[in-house]
Structures are given as structure tokens and as C-alpha cells.
């Protein structure tokens, strides 16, 4: 992902509006609680937090940049309220 679709204009363009943080859970200390604190059980995962550091929702697998955006849109709009993982 990071090379198709972190780079991708139209994600860079779309990312603006929030923040996303790359973290590293085999290499980096603060990583690995993370990946402990949410349960990270398949890479690439991302969370989506709200302003607290509560879960709204997940998205478990690749996806490519406009689908991610799409994604992410929807998850933004409707926010799952049943915890479910989007696959």
C-alpha cells in the first residue's frame, strides 16, 4: 500500500482533510502496543479513531486507493455503531 496507494494523488489529495499515522508494530516499540491495544490481527490493518482514541472502525486487507477512499468515505458518513470489521 505504501508504494500504490499512499502515493497516489488522488488519496494525497483526500488525506488531507484527517490524519493518518504509518505504524510500525515489528519495529517500533510504540507500535507494538498499539498492535496490542486494538487487536491488530492481519496486515495492512487501519483504524479509524475517533478524537479520543475509541475504534469507529476497521479495515482489515489491501485496497486499492480509490477504493479506499471510498471506503473510508463511507465509514466517515455512517459509522459502524456494532463494532463489525469491514472486509
Same mark, same amino acid.
Given at each position: 500500500?505504501? $508504494?500504490?496507494?499512499?502515493?497516489?494523488?488522488?488519496?494525497?489529495?483526500? =488525506?488531507?482533510? %484527517? *490524519?493518518?499515522? #504509518? *505504524? %510500525? =508494530?515489528?519495529?517500533?516499540?510504540?507500535?507494538?502496543?498499539?498492535?496490542?491495544?486494538?487487536? !491488530?490481527?492481519?496486515?495492512?490493518?487501519? /483504524? !479509524?479513531?475517533? @478524537?479520543?482514541?475509541?475504534?469507529?472502525? $476497521? /479495515?482489515?486487507?489491501? #485496497?486499492?486507493?480509490? !477504493?479506499?477512499?471510498?471506503?473510508?468515505?463511507?465509514?466517515?458518513?455512517?459509522? =459502524?455503531? @456494532?463494532?463489525? %470489521? $469491514? /472486509?
Amino acid at each position: 500500500m505504501a $508504494r500504490e496507494v499512499y502515493t497516489d494523488e488522488e488519496f494525497i489529495n483526500f =488525506s488531507t482533510k %484527517f *490524519v493518518f499515522m #504509518r *505504524v %510500525f =508494530s515489528d519495529v517500533d516499540k510504540d507500535g507494538a502496543q498499539l498492535k496490542e491495544k486494538y487487536q !491488530v490481527q492481519v496486515v495492512p490493518t487501519l /483504524l !479509524v479513531l475517533d @478524537s479520543n482514541g475509541k475504534e469507529v472502525d $476497521r /479495515l482489515i486487507g489491501f #485496497r486499492t486507493a480509490e !477504493v479506499l477512499i471510498e471506503d473510508l468515505e463511507l465509514i466517515f458518513e455512517y459509522p =459502524s455503531k @456494532s463494532g463489525r %470489521f $469491514r /472486509l
